[in-house]
């Protein structure tokens, strides 16, 4: 069964925007990831988030996590149109080393 | 370093013949995942290997799917016999399985169609 589930489904923006997508969760984790998957380069971890942050930034990409709200949202900073992809949430239960991916959000960057 | 290999890349095969995929994790890692990823889903983990011995393989459907990883490297993943709804790409994924290493390098996928 899926434990995330992005929101929005898909997204369009121009390049240049910001875009922001959310997951929500069911269950406690022990750290939640965000992966993208485009044709090229298949499926490729962005970032990590443990259960104990509230906030983590790598390059253009921050990540919030509310474990009260159990949801977590991705923004990517001044979109380009290679960041066209589809971006999924995954969460870690404790202990398992185990991913469950949610359905994922499709953004189109648009030049 | 290199990172995941799998082989075939692509694989049509009829119903209710067999198929095996295989899967070379990045060297060292210690766990190694199978995938199944439907079309507009995302990947959902049919089981996962620790070294050589099966964590958990709860989600493979076992009167069909086997899979084996010898010596605590390379893996397959065997389909037999096959049915419609096996059509996915089949993801093999590898990690350190640590507390601190906690991210999965996934390979390029197997994408199989069964007509």
């Known amino acids: 069964s899926q434990q995330g589930e992005e929101d929005p489904q898909a997204l369009s923006i121009q390049e240049g925007e910001n875009a922001t997508m959310n997951c929500s969760y069911k269950?406690?984790?022990?750290?939640l990831q965000w992966y993208r998957q485009n044709s090229g380069r298949g499926l490729v971890h962005l970032i990590l988030?443990?259960?104990?942050?509230r906030e983590k930034h790598s390059g253009r990409l921050r990540v919030t996590l509310d474990t009260s709200k159990k949801s977590s949202s991705l923004l990517i900073t001044a979109s380009r149109a290679a960041d066209t992809a589809s971006y999924f949430c995954?969460?870690?239960?404790?202990?398992?080393?185990?991913?469950?991916f949610g359905k994922g959000t499709k953004l189109s960057v648009i030049p | 370093e290199a990172g995941v290999a799998q082989s075939p890349r692509y694989k049509i095969i009829e119903k209710r013949q067999s198929v095996a995929f295989w899967c070379n994790p990045i060297?060292?890692?210690?766990?190694l995942y199978w995938y199944q990823q439907i079309l507009g889903q995302g990947p959902k983990l049919l089981i996962q290997?620790?070294?050589?011995?099966?964590?958990?393989d709860s989600q493979l459907p076992k009167d069909r799917f086997s899979a084996e990883r010898l010596k605590g490297v390379d893996s397959t993943l065997k389909i037999q016999p096959a049915k419609l709804e096996d059509s996915a790409v089949y993801l093999c994924?590898?990690?350190?399985?640590?507390?601190?290493?906690?991210?999965?390098?996934f390979g390029p996928g197997t994408r199989l169609t069964v007509l």
């Open positions: 994924a590898s990690s350190r399985g640590s507390p601190l290493y906690n991210e999965q390098f």
């Open positions: 269950t406690s984790i022990n750290n």
């Open positions: 988030i443990r259960s104990n942050e």
């Open positions: 995954a969460t870690e239960g404790a202990g398992s080393y185990q991913l469950t």
């Open positions: 060297s060292g890692h210690a766990t």
């Open positions: 290997f620790q070294n050589n011995g099966v964590v958990d």
